[in-house]
DNA sequence: ACAATAAAAGACATTTTTATCTTTTATTGT
DNA sequence: ACAATAAAAGATAAAAATGTCTTTTATTGT
């Protein structure tokens, strides 16, 4: 596994997704989202929907219907999915799996993870989920293979 | 989770015990080390097969037996428990979990994803596991709670 | 040789993650 | 109202990670 999850993983790329093909206030469809970032429909599914009831994204049922993000939605930061579906664990947690992660009490780790941490953080923090859109209609960045 | 398996914290936090306490060319028992580091024992004992296997760490059985790292395991930089264990994926798998992670066919985080990873490998690579013996002697770092 | 010791190995159980399928509910256009 | 649509929700299932227990093998000291 990677750093984040599979399902967040899907989330994400979900995402970006959703933002690139509903920026002009249209919805996209599970089915269209699932195969083009390459996920399995069903789990995709349920993941969006917990997404949806955060608030991360906003989807609408029936006919037309599908999943699209609403301006606030576009400026949250990329570090709110990750939160959402992985916990800020990543951003806090001891790499060696002790309990409490401090200055204080640290592990042989402690300092050089807390560079890599805040650093990860900061990236997913600084950059808005809507800012990823230009580099993907550029199509200089890719969400499959 | 945290960046690593559980299972990856369990190894690496065995593999500073064994340091700290096996240094003089004595052995400490799988007992020990799962109470001291706060891991389940049989788990780990697993697990530390696999490193033994591997070469990482070297034991012995019978009575005075346990774990103990000879002076080519103390040199092993930090990296290759992180490896043996969880694999390389952590240094150059995508972060959005896309097959050919490359900036030939970037997702929209390789570039800052590279930076973070990077820190990391070079952060795991240029530290040896004897090295971290220093802080945990002066007990200014701890390996557990 | 023998008994004690401790890791290695094997078998199994639980939990979490990942995945699939079916039914229900909300929305839309006619 | 009605039929079509698409997400929400529910029920299972498969796979992987994590954890426990028992038996076997190698080593040591006597
Ligand atoms: S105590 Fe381990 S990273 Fe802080
Ligand atoms: S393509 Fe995603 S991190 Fe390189």
């Known amino acids: ?12 790329r979900a995402v970006f997704f ?20 390459d996920s399995p429909e069903h789990f995709l ?13 906003q989807s609408v049922k029936g006919p037309n219907g ?11 930061p990329l570090s709110d999915v990750i939160e959402a579906v992985d916990g800020g664990g990543i951003f806090r947690d001891c790499g060696l799996g002790l309990k409490e992660c401090s200055s204080k009490n640290p592990c042989p780790l402690h300092h050089d993870f807390l560079d890599v941490r805040n650093r990860l953080q900061s990236m997913l ?17 890719v969400l499959k293979k």
């Open 66 to 76: 599908g999943f699209y993000l609403d301006a606030q939605s576009l400026g949250r």
């Open 45 to 57: 599914a349920k993941i969006l929907q917990d997404l949806s009831k955060r608030g991360i994204i």
């Open 18 to 37: 959703i933002a690139q093909h509903t920026a002009d206030g249209s919805r996209v469809g599970i089915k269209e989202i699932a195969v083009k970032i």
């Open 125 to 141: 923090e600084s950059i808005t989920i809507g800012q990823f859109n230009e580099d993907l209609n550029l199509g200089i960045v």
């Open 1 to 12: 596994m990677g750093i984040f999850s599979k399902t967040c993983e899907y989330a994400v």
